[in-house]
C-alpha cells in the first residue's frame, strides 16, 4: 500500500525560511511523479500553488517554490507571513492514471 | 476567470445513489481534464476520480471504483460523478477540479465544493 507522507505540523517565525517536505513510502519521488503543492485554509477549498514539481501557478508570489531535494518533493516558503499559516498538501501522480495525496502540513506562523 | 460551481450534494442514506454535478464557466471546457477530489471532515484530500477532455479515459481510486462513476457533457460545461452504494465514510465535501492541459500537470483550478453526508 502505496503512502505518501508529509510532516503533520511545522512552525516558522515571521519573515522566516520552511521546507515542507512530500515522500513515498515505497520509493523515491522524482520530477517523474509529477509533485503538485497545495494550500488550503480551514473552510475554504485547496489553492493550487506549485505544479510539476517547480512551476508556480498563476498568481502564487516566488516566496514559494517546489523541489526535488534528496529523495523527496519539497515546497519552500521563504519570508514567511502571517496569513501562510495553513495546511499544506502535495500530490504525487502514482501511475495507472491515478493521483494521491499526502497526509498534509499544518503550519503555524508564530 | 475559470468559474466551478458544484451542486448535488445532501444527505442520502447508506446504500443509495446520490449525483453530483458541476458547472463551469470562463474557460474552453472540452479542452481540459476534470477531476473530483473529496476531503472528509478533518481529513486529508482524496483524489477521487478524473475524465479526460473528450471522454475517453476516465480514472478512479480504488476507494469508489465499481462504485463511483464520472462522466461530463461538454455541450453543457458540466461533469458529473454518480455516486452508489454511499457508504458513511464518503462523507466528505467534494470539490471540482479543472486539469492542466498536460494530464501529468495535475490539478489547477477548485470549485468551493459540496458537502454530501451519508448518514441513516
Redesign the interface.
Known sequence: QTVVTQEPSFSVSPGGTVTLTCGLSSDSVSTSY?P?W?Q?TPGQ????LI??TN?R?SGVPDRFSGSILGNKAALTITGAQADDESDY?C?L?VG?????????TKLTVL | QVQLVESGGGVVQPGRSLRLSCSASEFTFSAYGM?W?RQAPGK????VA?MSHDGS?K???DSVKGRFTISRDNSKNTVYLQMNSLRTEDTAVY?CVLG?LYY??????????TTVTVSS
Open positions: 509529477y503538485s497545495y488550503q477549498p485547496p489553492r493550487t505544479y510539476s512551476t501557478s498538501y500530490v501522480y495507472s492514471g491515478k493521483w494521491m495525496f499526502g497526509g498534509g | 477531476h477530489v486529508r484530500l482524496e483524489w478524473v479515459n480514472y478512479y481510486a470539490y492542466h501529468y500537470y495535475g490539478m489547477d483550478v477548485w470549485g468551493q465544493g
